[in-house]
């Protein structure tokens, strides 16, 4: 069966790998270069208990599978540090808020966080760790992936004919939003600063009423930090209020901040269903995974796999409809 993918972020990546794993032919359809759209924006978080804060259990038990997906299909690239989060002690209450809606966390005192992240020594005298999370350079992946894809035979193309192909599978994320679609635009913005005055070993989030923060350690001193969460589908640069709180708050978490380089911010305009639930859609030759929200890189595997399980199921129902 060929099958034609339209779109090469973390969806159609995704799905493009786990159907030529299992036999299909597939051709990817997308005029910029792979992982290149919201993804490329991405915090590349595996955090889905800290997820639950506000995600269903749906988006929990795909993200708990997503840890060991991405670490088997890209091995040495996911690393299992957990995350940590913490909060200003006049923000004491949404820590508690926080692990009230949670699981699979144990609560730190201030000598704790100091032996897991020595940079934040007696800045918090309280923390949540999340030992069994982790997280990936999504850039990395995504290059990984289309890299891996490309050797399994997957073609990449600019252009297509959709009727050479029995099955065309939408995941262009922010371009299938339209009328009728069920989807609207939420909007992200990040930024990355450089500094050596201060190394992490794994995702911190800053607990804040208004605007919460989460920094990502990178390789040579760099830190993504973001994001906002802004109902609009306005794609221009990164906003001056936007860019003063995420430098704001990144300077809470510690001064060293203030002192850093910015050296990228971006944007990027995640699709989003009413319920905030990513999802495979669609009937017959005609099939989408969309609305992957913020849950990109926790829900995209899950959602390849069961794009995968049912095109293999369907010749098994004609057999037995026979």
Known sequence: MNILIKGAGVAG????????????????????????????????????????????????EAGIEAIGWWDEV???LVERKGTLV????????????????????????????????????????????FADEAHLDPRAALAGLADAMLRMGVRLVAQADEGDFARIIDCTGRSAIKRGSGLRGVRGEMLYLKTYEIALSRPVRLLHPRIPLYVVPRDNG?????ATMIESEHDGPVSARSLMELLNAAYALHPAFGEAEVIETGTGIRPAYADNIPRLAGSGRHLSINGLYRHGFLMAPALAEELADRLQA?????????
């Open 13 to 60: 990546l995704t799905a493009a790998f786990a159907l030529t794993r299992r036999g299909y032919s597939v051709t990817l359809l997308d005029p910029n270069a792979p992982g290149m759209g919201a993804s490329h924006y991405a915090g590349g978080m595996l955090a889905p208990w800290c997820e639950g804060e506000t995600a269903p259990q749906v988006v929990i």
């Open 74 to 76: 890209l091995p040495g």
């Open 86 to 129: 913490v909060a200003p002690a006049r923000d004491q209450s949404e820590l508690e808020r926080f692990a009230r809606r949670t699981t699979r966390h144990q609560w730190l005192d201030e000598a704790a966080i100091a032996e897991l992240e020595p940079a934040l020594a007696g800045r918090f005298r309280r923390g949540l760790f």
């Open 314 to 322: 369907e010749p098994q129902r004609r057999s037995a409809i026979a």
């Open 222 to 226: 760099r830190f993504m930090v973001g």
